[in-house]
RNA sequence: CGGGGAGUGGCGCAGUCCGGUUAGCGCGCCUGCUUUGGGAGCAGGAGGCCGAGAGUUCAAAUCUCUCCUCCCCGACCA
């Protein structure tokens, strides 16, 4: 391509707009261009990009035996009734009457529709296993878009999704999915880790997210250098360390208008540690009570709590039920005296038996010391708590760190969710009929372009992993008017392109140092400069963007073998990420 | 959804508090001449219902009201 003709809109000065070093510099390399919040046109070279990660996702999950097929992204509202999950991800859908005035949605994500078609062609154990996949638009009507390519209303995935009879098969296409995915991530240049994750929404036993470390990520992971346990906060586990047991007795002290966990510690002169958390929910539909006990200095993680409760609904208690519950406003809450009998009680087990806390005194304005668990109170034992860096490991007792990131991609075992709601059945060799078992395997494409950049840039702009980028090779005859270097630039470029290497001509009327700047900003990965100098010898200089290693090679052997001239084009470390 | 910030040629901004010439500057764009190894110089140009609507006023980018949009932090989120 000649960049005289290409829509590659450049600039110099960088948007307001754009905080993320991804969305700086997709922005300020003429990739992208925002429609409106969450929307993006993907430009001539930007769209390249994502061309190539798809091939690469394609032949991986080709390779796995995955059949590529094509869902619709328009999609009737009834089959989302069929699951439930119209009410669950009612915020994040576009939804619209068609012209007869049935309701119609922009799928944010597949399951329902392909369960459909596993319904209607999947009836024997025969046909079974299977692997669907697609690379296709997902539409959220997100709350908050941001950090550019991060999180958007529009974007690509790639989502597969597999059909077993088994368990075990399950596992197995898991194990295929996750190792496909790890060849995705290689060739794309980009480093990555592993962790367990919490499957929210999409349900299922067990899910794990690959997560590219980056300060523009949405996500914290915890990470334990020593072992190597990674997984996501909301999910990551720690070791707690206990007080030592003690048999104090209860006593009320007055705490006047102390509420906070933090006003109650600073005002009786303890950690906040030594101090309990008391929070009451309402569990749905029943309307039963439920209070959580956890150390003070602590927090509950919300995607722990959904699996302790199994997925059951809750909502926070209004002031009104509090006060009836305990006799007490908010902030002086404590297991120990409530007015329900009916209340569920679940218990972090940083509060374990025969360690006395201060807890609320169900009555306004007072405390009470030397509340302890096996002898005061008791409940059901679950690990609750938000991990803290600098937290023990609970597999090797080292210091937990955390890390930002992006998530790149997740798959779940979803297992019969599916297929059970929506009668996705197979009948097996004995004549009975089973939901089929599913898992779900999903990629963000847009977030792994957004993800190499912020993996893979300098000062001057990006720096393309050979495998991903939008060409090659970029040449730069640096004096235009010359003509013996406007005729060699010509020549080479037609040479690369009939040896099979995608070749980009600056055939602008620029100044050499804007050429300079934009072969940087662009980040294609060889630079073949022409200029006087270099001709007079009979050589090109080339450049390598990643490394800024310079060398001459003659033209003559660029012309007569543009690929053995260039090995850098096959050099593997073009394609790893930096450092 | 809570908090903060911002809408002025394609991009970055000034002007707004304190209303008053043809609304400025830099980048980019067009024409000409010069220039050519790290975002060239000079000269001459084109391009703006100042986010939208209503109001106050002799007069509104500027004051008032309503609305819309975008960004950031948080909550939320395959």
């Not at 007015?339 to 360690?355: H, T, Y």
Request: glycine share 8%.
């Amino acid at each position: 391509m000649r960049l005289s003709r290409y829509l590659v809109p450049t600039l110099k000065e960088i948007p307001a707009e754009a905080e993320s070093l991804s969305h700086r510099l997709m922005l300020r390399a003429g990739l992208i261009r925002q429609l409106t919040a969450g929307a993006y046109s993907y430009l001539p070279l930007g769209w390249r990009v994502l061309r190539k990660i798809e091939q690469i996702v394609r032949e991986e999950m080709d390779s796995i035996g995955s059949q590529e097929l094509y869902l619709p992204a328009l999609q009737p509202l009834d089959i989302w009734n069929e699951t439930g999950r119209a009410d669950v991800m009612d915020e994040i859908m576009f939804k619209f009457q068609d012209h007869k005035g049935r309701w119609m949605c922009l799928g944010p994500t597949h399951e329902e529709v392909i369960t459909e078609l596993a319904r209607a062609y999947v009836h024997s154990y025969k046909d079974l296993p299977q692997q669907w996949y697609q690379i296709q638009i997902k539409f959220r009507d997100e709350v908050r878009p941001r950090g550019g390519l991060i999180r958007t209303r529009q974007f690509t995935m790639k989502d597969a999704y597999s059909l077993s009879t088994s368990q075990e098969d399950l596992d197995d296409w898991y194990m295929k999915n996750r190792q496909a995915y790890s060849n995705i991530f290689t060739r794309s240049g980009l480093r990555y880790f592993i962790v367990g994750a919490h499957s929210g929404p999409m349900g299922g036993s067990g899910s794990e997210e690959f997560m590219i470390p980056s300060d523009s990520g949405e996500d914290m992971i915890i990470i334990c250098d020593d072992c190597g346990y990674l997984a996501n906060l909301e999910i990551a586990m720690s070791k707690i360390n206990h007080r030592g047991k003690l048999d104090i007795p209860m006593e009320d002290v007055e705490t006047p208008e102390k509420r906070t966990i933090e006003e109650v510690a600073g005002f009786l002169g303890v950690p906040e540690s030594e101090t309990m958390k008391s929070v009451i929910y309402m569990l749905l539909p029943d309307e039963q009570p439920l209070l959580i006990l956890i150390r003070g200095d602590l927090d509950v993680s919300e995607a722990k709590l959904e699996m302790a409760l199994k997925g059951q609904e809750y909502r926070p208690a209004h002031p009104e039920e509090i006060k009836e519950m305990s006799g007490a406003e908010p902030g002086f809450i404590g297991p120990v005296g409530l007015k329900r009998d009916d209340i569920r009680v679940i218990i972090d087990d940083s509060i374990p038996d025969g360690v006395p806390f201060i807890g609320g005194a169900n009555k306004d304005n007072f405390h009470t010391k030397g509340v302890t668990r096996g002898r005061d109170f008791d409940g059901e034992s679950f690990d609750l708590r938000v991990a803290r860096e600098g937290d023990q490991c609970s597999h090797c007792d080292s210091a937990l760190r955390h890390e930002k990131a992006i998530e790149v991609g997740h798959i779940f075992k979803l297992g019969t969710k599916y297929s059970d709601s929506m009668g996705a059945m197979y009948l097996d060799e004995n004549n009975i009929e089973k939901p089929i078992i599913m898992g779900c395997y999903g990629i963000g494409i847009e977030r792994i372009m957004a993800g190499a950049i912020e993996v893979n840039s300098d000062e001057n702009g990006i720096i393309w992993p050979m495998s991903i980028a939008p060409y090659q090779v970029i040449i730069l005859p640096l004096d235009k008017r010359n003509e013996e270097i406007w005729e060699k630039a010509e020549e080479i470029y037609g040479k690369l392109w009939d040896a099979g290497i995608e070749t980009l001509l600056d055939d602008r009327d620029a100044s050499p140092g804007f050429k300079f700047k934009d072969a940087d900003l662009f980040g294609i990965p060889i630079q073949i400069i022409l200029g006087k100098r270099a001709l007079k010898s009979g050589n090109a200089e080339v450049k390598v963007r990643k490394t800024g290693e310079r060398t001459d090679v003659s033209l003559q052997s660029l012309l007569s073998d543009p690929v053995g001239s260039l090995p850098w084009l096959n050099d593997p470390t073009l394609s790893e990420p930096k450092e």
